[in-house]
């Protein structure tokens, strides 16, 4: 019996959700980069948006992949029964949705391709690999590692079982996540699972032994929240000082300095962003986290092609980020309400079931005499 989580904490997750996904679509529409490693060579804006989309938005794809497995480890009772039934489920939640924006996104991009005159030189197989795994809408790689941290499941669960055997783990997925060293062979341009999203996955499931930790983390005073935030700003600055043209994801020739730095900065940040979310928690804001799933499946491609389109038409494409990402999240959370008010069905059904309706049911306690299916539904 796991023990429950407050409904402080639950907001609190809802809220980080909801802010991350808005980072995601900074991260995606950030329009200048540093072209050197000299602080004094980038302008103002380069800066800023490396600080933002560089710097402050990293942190959520571990805040997502923590959460992930935080929830997923809590309704599971350990046998296979309850691993299969969340197989089933993750298959209407996670793969349903990816398989559809993969679509989307596919022949969208064969459509532009086809008006723009170029041709495309792909056999059958590369094109249903590509298709299935590697589409155009790159946020799907993140719903791709959670199918295959699915998979991987049993085997987690199987470490989570032993305090040893998980602080070993976690120690070891720490080491090669400070070190950026990627276990997993790529597989059309993607690894098959990234050390980052394991890591936090699996540091979401150690966390279910220290709850307490978390509940802890909702009581921050207003001046620990200040120092955490301030640490992590300095973190940013210093790297950003040091190496501002880093980026982890794209530039793979990086010293220790900058790597640690960025490391550091990520685990300051979201244990930051975490306590900074719990004050801010809301009805409202636990409403609009409920289309926030939406929003990180359809802001990008083919949306993305189309805004940056017309930014070139207008000529000014380095400061395009600053209206690009607000006017993406205004349709974005303006298309999710219409659509979840008129066709609620469909967008359950898009959406694998995360809906505003359902966000502000916060989950209550499970029962001793529930039984364990239903304790397996409850994640």
Same mark, same amino acid.
């Given at each position: 019996?796991?023990?429950?989580? %407050?409904?402080?904490?639950?907001?609190?997750?809802?809220?980080?959700?909801?802010?991350?996904?808005?980072?995601?679509?900074?991260?995606? !529409?950030? +329009?200048?980069?540093?072209?050197?490693?000299?602080?004094?060579?980038?302008?103002?804006?380069?800066?800023?948006?490396? =600080?933002?989309?560089?710097?402050?938005?990293?942190?959520?794809?571990?805040?997502?992949?923590?959460?992930?497995? =935080?929830?997923?480890?809590?309704?599971?009772?350990?046998?296979?029964?309850?691993?299969?039934?969340?197989?089933?489920?993750?298959? &209407?939640?996670?793969?349903?949705? !990816?398989?559809?924006?993969?679509?989307?996104?596919?022949?969208?991009?064969?459509?532009?391709?086809?008006? *723009?005159?170029?041709?495309?030189?792909?056999?059958?197989?590369?094109?249903?690999?590509?298709?299935?795994?590697?589409?155009?809408?790159?946020?799907?790689?993140?719903?791709?590692?959670?199918?295959?941290?699915?998979?991987?499941?049993?085997?987690?669960?199987?470490?989570?079982?032993?305090?040893?055997?998980? !602080?070993?783990?976690?120690?070891?997925?720490?080491?090669?996540?400070?070190?950026?060293?990627?276990?997993?062979?790529?597989?059309?341009?993607?690894?098959?699972?990234?050390?980052?999203?394991?890591?936090?996955?699996?540091?979401?499931?150690?966390?279910? &032994?220290?709850?307490?930790?978390?509940?802890?983390?909702?009581?921050?005073?207003?001046?620990?929240?200040?120092?955490?935030?301030?640490?992590?700003?300095?973190?940013?600055?210093?790297?950003?000082?040091?190496?501002?043209? =880093?980026?982890?994801? !794209?530039?793979?020739?990086?010293?220790?300095?900058?790597?640690?730095?960025?490391?550091?900065?990520?685990?300051?940040?979201?244990?930051?962003?975490?306590?900074?979310? +719990? &004050?801010?928690?809301? *009805?409202?804001?636990?409403?609009?986290?409920?289309?926030?799933?939406?929003?990180?499946?359809?802001?990008? =491609?083919?949306?993305?092609?189309?805004?940056?389109?017309?930014?070139?038409?207008?000529?000014?494409?380095?400061? *395009?980020?600053?209206? /690009?990402?607000?006017?993406?999240?205004?349709?974005?959370?303006?298309?999710?309400?219409?659509? %979840?008010?008129? /066709?609620?069905?469909?967008?359950?059904?898009?959406?694998?079931?995360?809906?505003?309706?359902?966000?502000?049911?916060?989950?209550?306690?499970?029962?001793?005499?529930?039984?364990?299916?239903?304790?397996?539904?409850?994640?």
């Amino acid at each position: 019996m796991r023990p429950d989580l %407050s409904t402080a904490a639950k907001q609190t997750f809802q809220v980080v959700a909801l802010l991350a996904t808005v980072l995601v679509v900074g991260i995606h !529409y950030k +329009s200048d980069i540093p072209d050197s490693d000299s602080v004094a060579m980038a302008t103002w804006n380069q800066l800023t948006q490396e =600080f933002l989309f560089g710097g402050i938005a990293r942190v959520s794809v571990p805040l997502f992949a923590f959460a992930a497995g =935080f929830f997923y480890f809590r309704s599971h009772d350990g046998s296979l029964a309850c691993s299969i039934q969340k197989w089933r489920q993750r298959g &209407r939640t996670v793969a349903l949705p !990816y398989f559809l924006v993969a679509s989307l996104a596919m022949f969208s991009w064969l459509m532009i391709r086809r008006i *723009s005159g170029e041709s495309v030189d792909w056999t059958w197989m590369h094109f249903i690999g590509q298709w299935l795994l590697h589409p155009p809408a790159e946020q799907l790689w993140f719903l791709r590692d959670l199918m295959v941290l699915v998979t991987l499941a049993p085997i987690i669960n199987w470490l989570g079982q032993s305090g040893r055997r998980c !602080y070993v783990a976690l120690g070891t997925l720490a080491v090669a996540w400070a070190a950026n060293w990627q276990p997993f062979p790529t597989l059309f341009g993607w690894h098959v699972l990234h050390i980052e999203t394991l890591f936090f996955f699996v540091a979401g499931m150690v966390a279910l &032994r220290h709850i307490s930790w978390l509940e802890s983390t909702c009581q921050f005073r207003t001046q620990t929240i200040s120092v955490l935030l301030g640490l992590w700003s300095t973190l940013l600055v210093v790297r950003i000082c040091i190496r501002p043209d =880093f980026d982890i994801w !794209y530039i793979h020739r990086c010293g220790w300095s900058d790597l640690l730095l960025h490391k550091a900065s990520i685990l300051i940040g979201c244990v930051a962003l975490f306590a900074l979310c +719990s &004050r801010v928690r809301h *009805s409202a804001l636990t409403r609009l986290s409920g289309a926030s799933f939406f929003v990180f499946l359809f802001h990008e =491609f083919p949306l993305r092609a189309v805004a940056h389109r017309l930014v070139e038409r207008m000529g000014d494409t380095t400061n *395009s980020c600053w209206y /690009l990402t607000p006017l993406v999240l205004l349709i974005c959370f303006g298309g999710a309400s219409l659509m %979840s008010h008129w /066709l609620p069905a469909w967008f359950a059904f898009l959406t694998g079931g995360r809906t505003p309706h359902r966000a502000t049911s916060i989950v209550g306690v499970v029962r001793t005499n529930d039984s364990a299916s239903q304790r397996c539904n409850a994640g």
